[in-house]
């Protein structure tokens, strides 16, 4: 049953983040972490605000190697900053566009004791800075002594593995989901068109108990959708369509993400062969992702059971992905990718095939990697196509 | 009546776009303009998707200083692109770490008649690059003979001014807002939760037809909310709060943001004096807000209104802010602002006034400026606070 009140994480989880990130900065030769994303804000310090949204003031957090994080916010947000763990919080009078807290970090970075004389920050792989990149200029500028080097790395092997908390959000976000997907067939029927579904579809999340509903893609062609990006158009579903769900829909931050299809009326033969084998490729790359593997080796797996071969399998580029507070999150299920799977790692296992030019058949599941191997998340995709009538 | 179809731009629209934003470069002597956010990338090409929310595959136009727009996007997105207006259209499979689009952004730009060497990029004021910006220096690092330039300015003159088109796909995010707080005293009670309220007032902004609803602040407390930019907690409201409730919804990309007050049973003399205050002074900045005069100009008048000085006034630090794409653009209606307001702006006037030590009252409208002064876009809220029992 839901129940409003599970919302946020006591302190100590977001101490274990800090102690684990603090670890990280020591093997990495880096005396801080500076914070400007929402996603990693909110990772170490757990505020929960839509006010990100403009982009007039940002926010900043910075991680030292040792002692307890800095919040550098606008004095708009100090009140529900004080309501979190944070003790360390410095604000400025903003909207002030000569000095949008730039002074302030620079004078923290600098306060921070100098070991290595480098600050990681989000420069690269997957992240997004939260503060525009002349600021950042500036306060590279501003720094004597002190390198703001990439951080993306170390971001990322923090987050990537999660603890029993988070994963425990995601399966909430997951099971919201997983009710309205099996309500579809009660409430879609032939002639809906995909915009009025995926209207229904979100009011049936925000029933549930859903937080915010990133993504959210309906698409629907004749045996399947020739692209899977989309926003919704006005065309009614019809005999003969396979129809794509798929949702990155949030609790408390946290994503869920997976898809799912709908047989609209009648399928080919050629549907429902290809929707077998990708099935059972799902299930392959489920069973390979344990702990040890490389994503490259899962990659590898599904795409040995959906070929005879591993290349141009894939038009997507790659089938699976880390999750978290991110829809999609490092490492990428590629062949390329080494990312070594431990314990901890939620994973979406992707695979998919345009079994005929411009039809594409996706089924996506969710794992939590464990000692034993890869747990489900997601209530497993039915191997028969669920029809709409 | 809500209909569907009302989604999307005629061709016409972005090219008129193409066209103001060539004769801003030719001013400020860019050879071209290279955007990657979403919202820049979507006032240009229209397309509409939630899949930007992944961070592994970024997308790119390019803008050059005559001629049509070129799209760099992974493979995945092509299949969009291609229904929209857009005819050069380059891709490359994604993800590829090594080089996700920089080799074809770069020579996108070497290939750029050369007149003037520089090219404007989202890099200051009120922008988010969506690229890593380890991608961003490795751009900058392999092009040679062209500068990368800050165009801000550009971005903001260019969008600050609000098509016909625009502005009625704000004026229908407002109505879609406006029924929703029309009901409010219909469908909350004494005793509801801050998040009951939140997602009550959320499926009610869905069936309405709203888009997105990046922002949606519920907050109260005794005599007016101590802040304004949290997430909801379980708190019940009770008698004597002001309840506050502001959005940020989104039709078809396009922003509203305004706030409504609800007095919950009683109400102190002190708040009603400051309520009726902060509506008369929302009054003088919607007066103030007439073609030739600063953003500054409407900030001074409404601080006259609210006090006999100037002076922190405004824990928020201005009292409004340009809306469209995103929730809040520029200009910053704060006194240092000396953006000229000119036709086609679309701002919001939200004066505040923290009347007691954290009891807050904020009054928000949104008007287009026109050839004869502001006219409204919100339905200006009611000068006795609507009850709720």
């Given at each position: 049953?839901?129940?409003?009140?599970?919302?946020g994480?006591?302190?100590?989880?977001?101490?274990a983040?800090v102690?684990?990130?603090?670890?990280?900065?020591?093997?990495?030769?880096?005396?801080?972490?500076?914070?400007?994303?929402?996603?990693?804000?909110r990772?170490?310090?757990?505020?929960?605000?839509t006010?990100?949204?403009?982009?007039?003031?940002?926010?900043?957090?910075?991680?030292?190697?040792?002692?307890?994080?800095i919040?550098?916010?606008?004095?708009?947000?100090?009140?529900?900053?004080?309501?979190?763990?944070m003790?360390?919080?410095?604000?400025?009078?903003?909207?002030?566009?000569?000095?949008e807290?730039?002074?302030?970090?620079?004078?923290?970075?600098?306060?921070?004791?100098r070991?290595?004389?480098?600050?990681g920050?989000?420069?690269?792989?997957?992240?997004?800075?939260g503060?525009p990149v002349?600021?950042?200029?500036?306060?590279?500028?501003e720094?004597?002594?002190?390198?703001?080097?990439?951080?993306?790395?170390?971001?990322?092997?923090?987050?990537?593995?999660?603890?029993?908390?988070?994963?425990?959000k995601?399966k909430?976000?997951i099971?919201?989901?997983?009710a309205?997907?099996?309500?579809?067939?009660?409430f879609?029927?032939?002639?809906d068109?995909?915009?009025k579904?995926?209207?229904?579809?979100?009011?049936?999340?925000?029933?549930?108990g859903a937080?915010a509903?990133?993504?959210l893609?309906?698409?629907?062609?004749?045996?399947?959708?020739?692209?899977?990006?989309?926003?919704?158009?006005e065309?009614?579903?019809?005999?003969?369509?396979?129809?794509?769900?798929?949702t990155?829909?949030?609790?408390?931050?946290?994503?869920?993400?997976?898809?799912?299809?709908?047989?609209?009326?009648s399928?080919?033969?050629?549907?429902?062969?290809?929707?077998?084998r990708?099935?059972?490729?799902?299930?392959?790359?489920?069973k390979?992702a344990?702990?040890?593997?490389?994503?490259?080796?899962?990659?590898?797996?599904?795409?040995k059971?959906?070929?005879?071969g591993?290349?141009?399998?894939?038009?997507?580029?790659r089938?699976?992905?880390?999750?978290?507070l991110?829809?999609?999150?490092?490492?990428?299920?590629r062949?390329?990718?080494q990312?070594?799977l431990e314990?901890?790692?939620?994973?979406c296992?992707?695979?998919?095939?345009e079994?005929?030019p411009?039809?594409i058949?996706?089924?996506?599941?969710?794992?939590?990697?464990?000692e034993?191997?890869?747990?489900?998340?997601?209530?497993r995709?039915?191997?028969?196509?669920?029809?709409?009538?």
């Amino acid at each position: 049953m839901y129940q409003e009140t599970d919302h946020g994480f006591p302190a100590t989880e977001f101490q274990a983040r800090v102690a684990r990130a603090q670890e990280l900065m020591a093997k990495h030769c880096m005396d801080g972490l500076l914070l400007t994303s929402m996603d990693n804000i909110r990772y170490f310090v757990g505020v929960d605000s839509t006010f990100w949204e403009s982009y007039t003031r940002p926010w900043f957090v910075l991680v030292p190697a040792a002692g307890d994080p800095i919040a550098i916010i606008p004095e708009i947000g100090r009140a529900i900053i004080e309501q979190t763990w944070m003790k360390e919080i410095r604000s400025w009078p903003s909207p002030r566009p000569e000095d949008e807290g730039t002074s302030l970090v620079v004078s923290a970075i600098s306060d921070l004791p100098r070991r290595h004389g480098r600050v990681g920050a989000e420069l690269g792989m997957e992240l997004r800075l939260g503060i525009p990149v002349s600021q950042l200029n500036a306060i590279i500028g501003e720094l004597i002594g002190v390198e703001i080097v990439d951080g993306a790395l170390l971001i990322w092997l923090l987050r990537m593995i999660k603890s029993p908390a988070e994963v425990k959000k995601i399966k909430r976000a997951i099971d919201i989901a997983g009710a309205v997907y099996d309500e579809v067939p009660e409430f879609v029927r032939i002639g809906d068109s995909e915009r009025k579904i995926l209207r229904e579809f979100r009011a049936r999340l925000n029933a549930g108990g859903a937080g915010a509903v990133p993504t959210l893609i309906c698409r629907s062609d004749v045996g399947g959708p020739f692209e899977i990006t989309g926003g919704p158009r006005e065309r009614p579903i019809a005999d003969g369509d396979l129809l794509f769900i798929d949702t990155g829909t949030t609790f408390d931050g946290y994503f869920c993400d997976y898809d799912r299809n709908f047989q609209v009326g009648s399928a080919t033969d050629a549907l429902l062969f290809a929707h077998e084998r990708v099935w059972d490729a799902n299930e392959v790359g489920i069973k390979a992702a344990k702990p040890g593997v490389t994503a490259g080796y899962v990659f590898e797996q599904m795409a040995k059971a959906l070929s005879s071969g591993v290349v141009d399998l894939n038009s997507n580029g790659r089938m699976g992905h880390g999750l978290g507070l991110r829809v999609t999150e490092p490492p990428s299920v590629r062949l390329e990718d080494q990312t070594v799977l431990e314990p901890g790692m939620v994973m979406c296992i992707e695979p998919a095939l345009e079994y005929e030019p411009g039809k594409i058949v996706l089924h996506e599941e969710t794992v939590v990697i464990t000692e034993d191997g890869a747990q489900l998340l997601t209530p497993r995709a039915p191997k028969q196509l669920p029809p709409i009538r």
